[in-house]
């Protein structure tokens, strides 16, 4: 009998059967991973989206920088005479200067010595004053007993000049020069208790043939304006032309200095914008763009974009059109340029713009103000003594009354007499005190109306408060700051009573504060602080902030604010970027989670395939253990029952 189980192992293909059935296992992973990835494309356009928009916000917060900026231009005609910079506030004109002088530090130097470090001067204390200032107290003794040291000492001891020492070809010397050019700087040294030839270092404020010798006398800068004469104690000129700082350059030069609206930057500016809003357009083009079957003869199939028929971009979309399509809010009434077409940007069907850089810069000509209110925050007052300042978030495009019940002032303290026409009759001594700084002001007598104002500047710019400043009002002394507002206080007193002598101060303290502005802004409330009126109360203008010059009260007209394109699509884009409640980060964060729960599915399905794999790989083993044993039984048989003696066949 022959017994054959063979058939049992030969007839199955164990690897390819599991195989098969890990296919099928695999299949739901398989789509879970195309719908993923069909995700991950919609998640990437919607990242194109933000980044195009973001880019968009950057360039529309240049636009607005344009009105913030400094947008005024100097242009020069000789500037090797002069050169200047200005502030957004310098009114436009020209401007004729010459009969240049410049300002001059004094110098002073001394006799020759045979070394620097080796011969000895003398000693005792140099006595050195800048102006009015204090006198500065030098020590010289052994230690430093030499120019060397001298003159180490001296800038050591921040007096006021530089100390140095020269060797002239025969011999040493010290010189010394005002750390600051201008008449009010110059420096006089004493010598108490000299030996040797300290004394020689004295220095009055001549030239005479003792002490030290005037190489350099110290000097005003000068120059005219339009034909009129200004001085100034540094060759920084500031204050004379209003938002213009003049640096003088050539003595005897002269130049003519223009003043205009610098359009180039503006142009630049508006350029940048148009560039990014046609990046966004062409964005958002791509992404929401439908392409049907459009090559039939290749039979290719368009292409559609990932975020078709999406209705947040579609919104923001048509909101962004409308605003470069649309009239502009807040314009000036009867401006030739209320829209952004009437400065060169036009519109194409693609949802993209162009600019006429002609057209604008002849418009920025024209009306600067007006036309840079159709892209930033803009605000025109009727009344010259009134300046738009800011605005706030709750500020609504429009024009606004403005009322002024009280002007701003200074603090001011007027003496009670005019001083003398041959001067003071004795010396005087002023006490100014504003905070906790105090100042002493010595007057020497004699002086007249003219020195004691020259006294008091100086010495107040040299001890920390030039905020404080001496006029001469007709013969009569008068006090005050220079800022306006409850905030600036001060007080005087001096030494002398008020007499018909003196400068009219008189014994008794005299205090002054400023008062803050007090008025209305479209009948809204508001609060002043200095010469700024803020609205406060409820209502389109609030959060609008003015600033008001002068003592005029009542109506002082109308102040138009302009809503330019910044602020409108800053808006807009600001909406659809917020990371809390914009449609963007909505749709992004969905698309997220959604690909996280599908690859939290797909794991767990990838673990729930390989369990199976792994449970039929060990089924299939424990059925091979089987047949092999069969096989085994079947040999026995076989050995047992030979094929002599009949045949049986299992299997």
Do not use: C, K
Not at 167 to 188: E, I, P, V
Not at 224 to 232: A, F, M, V
Not at 494 to 519: H, K, M, R, W
Not at 564 to 584: E, H, I, W
């Amino acid at each position: 009998m022959s017994v054959s189980i063979s058939g049992l192992v030969s007839g199955i293909n164990v690897q390819s059967l599991i195989t098969s059935l890990s296919a099928a296992y695999q299949r739901p992973i398989t789509q879970l991973q195309a719908q993923e990835q069909s995700n991950q494309t919609t998640l990437s356009a919607w990242g194109q989206v933000q980044g195009a928009l973001s880019s968009l916000q950057s360039a529309v917060a240049g636009l607005q920088s344009v009105t913030q900026v400094n947008n005024r231009l100097a242009n020069l005609s000789n500037s090797a005479a002069v050169s200047a910079s200005v502030s957004s506030n310098a009114p436009l004109g020209s401007y004729s200067l010459g009969q240049i002088a410049l300002a001059q530090a004094q110098s002073a130097y001394s006799q020759d010595f045979a070394s620097a470090s080796n011969t000895a001067v003398g000693t005792g204390t140099l006595q050195i004053q800048v102006g009015s200032g204090s006198v500065t107290n030098v020590v010289i003794n052994n230690a430093n007993d030499n120019l060397n040291g001298i003159a180490a000492a001296i800038n050591n001891a921040s007096a006021g000049v530089n100390a140095a020492v020269v060797y002239d070809g025969t011999g040493y010397r010290l010189t010394l020069t005002s750390n600051q050019t201008g008449t009010a700087n110059a420096f006089t040294v004493g010598a108490s208790g000299a030996t040797g030839s300290l004394s020689a270092l004295s220095f009055g404020s001549g030239t005479g043939s003792s002490g030290m010798t005037q190489s350099q006398a110290a000097l005003n800068a000068s120059l005219s304006i339009n034909g009129l004469s200004i001085t100034s104690s540094s060759n920084t000129v500031s204050g004379a032309i209003p938002g213009v700082t003049l640096n003088l350059l050539q003595a005897s030069g002269s130049t003519t200095l223009t003043v205009a609206n610098d359009s180039h930057s503006f142009s630049q500016s508006v350029q940048i914008f148009v560039t990014a809003f046609n990046s966004a357009m062409d964005t958002l083009n791509q992404v929401t763009a439908y392409n049907p079957d459009s090559s039939a003869t290749s039979g290719a199939s368009g292409q559609t974009g990932a975020l078709l028929g999406n209705a947040g971009i579609q919104s923001l979309r048509t909101q962004l059109l409308n605003l470069i399509s649309g009239q502009a809010l807040g314009t000036a009434p009867g401006s030739n340029y209320n829209s952004l077409a009437s400065v060169g940007i036009s519109l194409a069907q693609d949802g993209t713009i162009q600019l006429d850089t002609s057209l604008l810069g002849a418009a920025l000509s024209t009306d600067y103000n007006g036309v840079a209110g159709l892209f930033g925050q803009v605000g025109s007052a009727s009344n010259a003594n009134v300046q738009f300042v800011a605005a706030g978030g709750s500020t609504q495009p429009g024009t606004y009354a403005i009322s002024i019940a009280s002007a701003a002032t200074q603090a001011s303290v007027t003496a009670s007499s005019a001083v003398p026409s041959g001067g003071l009759a004795s010396a005087e001594t002023l006490t100014i005190t504003s905070g906790a700084t105090s100042v002493a002001v010595a007057l020497a007598s004699g002086a007249g109306i003219a020195s004691i104002v020259g006294t008091i500047n100086a010495t107040l710019s040299q001890q920390g408060l030039s905020a404080i400043s001496a006029i001469n009002n007709n013969g009569v002394l008068e006090l005050q700051t220079a800022g306006y507002g409850s905030g600036q206080s001060f007080s005087v007193v001096s030494n002398q009573p008020a007499s018909s002598g003196g400068t009219g101060i008189g014994t008794t303290l005299l205090s002054a504060t400023g008062t803050d502005v007090v008025g209305t802004i479209n009948g809204q409330a508001a609060s002043g602080s200095g010469q700024t009126l803020s609205v406060t109360g409820p209502g389109p203008a609030l959060g609008l902030q003015v600033d008001v010059a002068g003592q005029a009260t009542g109506s002082l007209g109308t102040i138009t604010l302009s809503q330019g394109v910044y602020q409108q699509m800053n808006t807009a884009l600001s909406a659809a970027l917020d990371s809390q409640t914009g449609f963007v980060a909505a749709a992004t964060n969905g698309l997220n989670s959604t690909i996280s729960g599908i690859n939290q599915q797909i794991t767990q399905l990838q673990s729930s395939a390989a369990a199976q794999t792994a449970l039929l790989q060990q089924q299939f083993n424990a059925m091979q253990v089987q047949v092999a044993q069969l096989q085994s039984v079947g040999q026995y048989l076989d050995a047992f029952f030979p094929s002599t003696s009949g045949s049986s066949s299992i299997g």
